[in-house]
């Protein structure tokens, strides 16, 4: 919330408000009149020191950074009223200027010039209020400032700050009105027509402690000011209300004075009724202080001050299309750097996403190969058991399928899958007899099991086993349910019947007849 201070001063004593603003809300933080002190310099007669008095009183109100809004009395300007041919507004700051350089001719440029107009149209006579001020003034009020410890934001003028405050707090209907505001030793006489000011007076009242004298003086300079305001019937008339700044328990006396003496109705208006504040700092004589509390509401609306010698009213500057060349060429750099940037970003983006991508590709192609190597064992696994054999069962059945071990004797059996859905079983043998090896033909062939037998030969007579033999298996997968306890012997005539026919060479070969023939047929069905 930003703090603005307010700061005044005249001839008896300085006075400062301390306020912070929220939007045109105002809350009084710290406020305080300071009784200026007399000191003597080189000599020199006595004068106030309002430098060092008002560093003495904000000292007390801890005023630490602020906004700081200084005013200044009429007798420290030269006051016109103008009238200038209809122009528009941006011509006025020229043709103020030189019309009050011709009028008053101590006024030189080196014054500060500043003017509010009090008609809005630019097609009728443009009737403004000029306030001038000299650069020893302003350096004065300047060195005033630097004792305090001050660096004023603006320099306003007082009177008119109090016409804004009464404009904002009672809103005067009558057309012709006349503002009083007493200080200490000096008041304040505005009258207003319709609104803008019509005459603006500061008149000293005499330093006595009778308060009689004071009020004949004051009323005397009322009536004074009321009259004339009535001789002036072109631009004004005469008053219909007087506006009292002040408490209502300080300015009773001279309202009762002047509605019996001068027979004008009066309104009090007490400038602390439309801030925030604390009854504790509520001054007594609230009136002294109006001022200062206009310049602050004047200062939370932006254009509002009427009056301001540190930013005088001034011709707008001409075009200056060397500026609006720069600007142009700066702008068109801009875009074309924000363009660059754009596409240089766009394309850092792309190189990034490709880097990830490709990054993403090769943990994906990782991935991908321990899937493919998962997937091969899978599908090897998965064929493996499609194709597998129940080798527990299939053995158990072998073995009851073998002859005899008096007849037959496995040298070895190697087991592996086949390629189909099956295994191939190799076994090397030695029997006693080449019928042997029929039988056991007979007692494995069937619809799930194909047997060759190859390489018989006759090891020797002597032997128990004199004769070895090959025999290749392929048995076909079969569920457990498909699984005989033992599979039946052959006949025995068929055995009888087998003829062994001797090779050359020692090897023999089993002959089977067509009646074994007939009945291995037989036997399938």
């Not at 443009?126 to 300047?142: K, W």
């Not at 090769?362 to 899978?378: I, P």
């Amino acid at each position: 919330m930003p703090h603005l201070l307010a700061v005044d001063w005249d001839q008896r004593e300085t006075r400062f408000i301390l306020a912070s603003a929220s939007g045109q809300q105002l809350r009084v933080q710290a406020l305080a009149a300071v009784p200026l002190v007399d000191v003597v310099e080189g000599g020199q007669a006595p004068h106030p020191d309002v430098g060092n008095s008002l560093r003495a009183a904000i000292a007390k109100g801890k005023v630490g950074r602020a906004t700081t809004l200084v005013s200044v009395d009429r007798s420290s300007v030269e006051l016109l009223q103008l009238t200038l041919p209809p122009a528009q507004d941006a011509e006025l700051p020229d043709m103020v200027a030189n019309q009050v350089v011709r009028d008053v001719p101590q006024i030189t440029d080196q014054w500060v010039i500043d003017f509010f107009p009090l008609s809005e149209s630019t097609h009728a006579p443009r009737p403004v209020v000029a306030a001038a001020m000299s650069p020893d003034q302003l350096s004065r009020i300047a060195a005033t400032c630097e004792v305090a410890g001050l660096k004023p934001t603006r320099l306003l003028f007082r009177p008119m700050a109090t016409v804004s405050l009464i404009t904002r707090i009672a809103a005067p209907s009558e057309r012709v009105c006349l503002i009083v505001d007493r200080l200490t030793d000096e008041v304040d006489l505005i009258v207003l027509v319709e609104g803008k000011p019509a005459l603006l007076r500061t008149v000293r009242l005499p330093n006595v402690a009778n308060e009689d004298k004071v009020l004949k003086r004051l009323l005397a300079e009322i009536n004074r000011t009321a009259a004339v305001a009535m001789q002036n019937e072109a631009d004004g008339g005469p008053v219909e209300r007087v506006y009292l700044l002040g408490s209502s328990g300080q300015r009773h006396r001279v309202a009762d004075h002047i509605t019996n003496q001068l027979f004008l109705p009066v309104t009090v208006v007490d400038p602390f009724d439309t801030v925030e504040i604390d009854d504790e700092l509520r001054p007594e004589d609230s009136g002294r202080f109006a001022p200062l509390v206009g310049m602050l509401f004047d200062e939370t609306e932006p254009g509002a001050h009427a009056i301001d010698f540190l930013h005088p009213r001034k011709k707008p500057e001409p075009p200056n299309y060397r500026r609006y060349a720069i600007s142009a060429a700066a702008l068109l750099v801009m875009i074309v750097l924000a363009a660059g940037y754009f596409v240089w970003n766009g394309l850092a983006t792309l190189d990034g996403e490709i880097s990830d991508r490709v990054q993403r590709r090769k943990e994906l192609d990782e991935l991908l190969k321990k899937a493919d190597q998962q997937r091969r064992v899978v599908a090897a696994v998965d064929a493996w058991e499609a194709g597998n054999v129940n080798w527990l069962d299939e053995l158990r059945d072998l073995s009851q399928r073998l002859p005899p071990a008096r007849d037959i004797r496995v040298l070895r059996l190697n087991a592996s899958p086949a390629r189909g859905r099956g295994a191939v079983v190799d076994m090397p043998c030695l029997v006693r007899d080449p019928s042997v090896v029929v039988r056991m033909e007979q007692a494995i062939r069937d619809k799930s099991h194909q047997i060759d037998s190859k390489d018989i030969r006759q090891l020797g007579a002597d032997k128990a086993y004199s004769w070895q033999f090959s025999a290749s298996m392929y048995a076909s997968r079969r569920d457990k349910e498909q699984y005989r306890p033992k599979p039946a012997e052959p006949p025995k005539e068929a055995a009888s019947q087998q003829v062994t026919k001797k090779p050359a060479g020692g090897k023999t070969k089993p002959f089977r007849s067509k009646s074994s023939k007939t009945a291995n047929a037989r036997k399938s069905k």
